[in-house]
DNA sequence: CTTAGTGTCATAGACACATATGACAGTAAG
DNA sequence: CTTACTGTCATATGTGTCTATGACACTAAG
């Protein structure tokens, strides 16, 4: 469990300890019920206070993400909280509108744009598939 | 020039505004010497305060990539040469990983995510053309 | 029991972001 | 000149982020 934190993106560093989290439990690299790095710990890692910790594991047990008991641990949770597929479509389409905006501004054409967003498919789905072959 | 704002990204929006116009400036899409909107109707269009617009493009100008004159506009700086295409290319990557990912954690197949993108790139395009036939 | 590790709660302060609003100065067109 | 646009500066307010710190409760190991 690898969480790399950029100060300079200006994204609180909070969210960005909860997206990633969000990520590796989405990828496999987080399995369901698995211990997280404990608070304190982990604060001292990334080199942050531990409420920074604290506010991220609080946001993503209130999304359902993981499981805090006190005095063992953070744990994943067992299934990702189902958001109906209405809520969820408008989540991506946020990003995938981010990407569309900056593919126009760099002049990409939409052929090379389409094609670029397979090739990261790909790219992105053997590195999922490495990562649970490295996990036994 | 189109800007999109994500206002729940935690990003801050000034941060947002910068980054697209060097964008745009990078690749060609503003050429040197063109002007860029004026702050109060940029903010109005936006819905931000006009003192977000004027803060980035304070931070665009000490940054060297825009040119201000008092009572005329801004303007887009001289030296700003395109950028090369493996530049943008890595620029657009991160974006595009970012849908990628987001798409993975929302459980979105492979084939729904890009028919998505496909609508994305639609709906966009068609924004771009209303704003285009606004303007004349 | 004690000890150490865990999550949690509360308080306070410093700073950044965004807002609202007013005022001033430069530029251009009438 | 007036008018309308432009950028700029200043002040104030509310919210969020991050920090520092102390304290408490739960759990497990000795």
Known sequence: MLIQLNF???KPVYLQVVDQIKSA???GVLKPGEALPSI???AEELRVNRNTIAKAYAELESQGVIESRHGKGCFLADNHSPLKKEIRRKMLIEEIDQAVVQAHNLQ???EEFLAL????CDT?????NQHR???S
């Open 8 to 10: 300079k993106s200006g």
């Open 25 to 27: 439990a989405a990828s």
């Open 40 to 42: 304190r710990p982990l």
């Open 108 to 110: 990409f054409s939409r």
């Open 117 to 120: 967003v397979n090739e990261r």
């Open 124 to 128: 992105l789905e053997e590195k999922r």
């Open 133 to 135: 072959g490295g996990q």
